[in-house]
């Protein structure tokens, strides 16, 4: 197991040494943790993070691919630990079982079922295939509170060895913005070339499916993507994503399934 404590957690770009010593000390440790092969690599992070940061982010993303070369071979697990620290931040890696429950979240009520296939895996063609292809989503009851938290437990199958930091985020936030939409048309309109363009699709449909509030379980947000430079920008609810669990299958083709729950914060 590896537990490291810090002032403050790594961002995707350190600014200061002891954030660039602190980074290259985790990715050191994290190239000699050994994974079994019916285990995946469980990850939590526990301190404070920057508005809207992503706990996937900071435990895998920000700390490069390299790092995690041995680890994600059957899959990857994260948690964000919900009891404040006295101080600073506390990054904890641990080889654990594919099927253990979640240490601190316990699921409410299931908000979805996700099932998507034949897609490439990434965010765009993952909430494109779960907000075009009927049957994709399945619903159940009330949609969350926007300051409800929520995890994912997740299967995938695709023509790769591991997972990787880029796949686990671009799967984990795909799923939250299939399970999300938003309010403001004229938004979703300047920006539908941008997301149509790539996908080979009409924007006309892409407005649809942006606005579109009935597979929504996650909430609706008044923008979901905004312009950024020549492409664009998705701004999901993903920083409410405490916890997730994806199961690595290789497969000739993508597909991801599973469910999203609400969570609540365990007694441990």
Not at 195 to 201: G, Q
């Amino acid at each position: 197991m590896i537990a490291i404590a810090a002032p403050a957690y790594v961002p995707y770009e350190p600014r200061t040494q002891q954030q660039r010593e602190l980074r290259a000390d985790l990715q050191r440790k994290l190239r000699d943790l050994k994974v079994g092969s019916g285990q995946i690599l469980w990850g939590t992070f526990a301190g404070p993070l920057p508005a809207g940061a992503d706990v996937e982010n900071a435990l895998f993303y920000n700390l490069g691919s390299g790092a995690f070369a041995r680890s994600m071979d059957n899959g990857a697990a994260f948690e964000l630990e919900p009891n404040p620290l006295v101080a600073g931040v506390r990054y904890t890696y641990r080889a654990g079982l594919k099927d253990e429950e979640f240490t601190y979240w316990r699921p409410t009520r299931k908000l979805a079922s996700i099932a998507v296939s034949g897609m490439p895996a990434t965010l765009a063609s993952i909430w494109w295939a779960l907000r075009s292809v009927p049957g994709s989503i399945q619903t159940y009851g009330e949609v969350r509170e926007v300051e409800e938290p929520f995890a994912a437990t997740l299967n995938v199958e695709g023509p790769v060895r591991s997972l990787t930091p880029s796949l686990v985020k671009a799967i984990v936030d795909g799923i939250v913005c299939g399970l999300q939409s938003q309010s403001d048309q004229v938004g979703a309109s300047s920006v539908a070339p941008l997301i149509a363009t790539p996908l080979s699709v009409r924007p006309d449909a892409v407005v649809a499916a942006l606005t579109n509030a009935g597979p929504s379980a996650l909430g609706v947000r008044t923008s979901l993507v905004h312009a950024r430079g020549k492409g664009v920008q998705w701004a999901p609810d993903d920083d409410r994503c405490v916890a997730a669990r994806l199961l690595l299958n290789p497969a000739s083709h993508w597909r991801v399934s599973g469910s999203v729950s609400t969570v609540a914060a365990t007694a441990g």
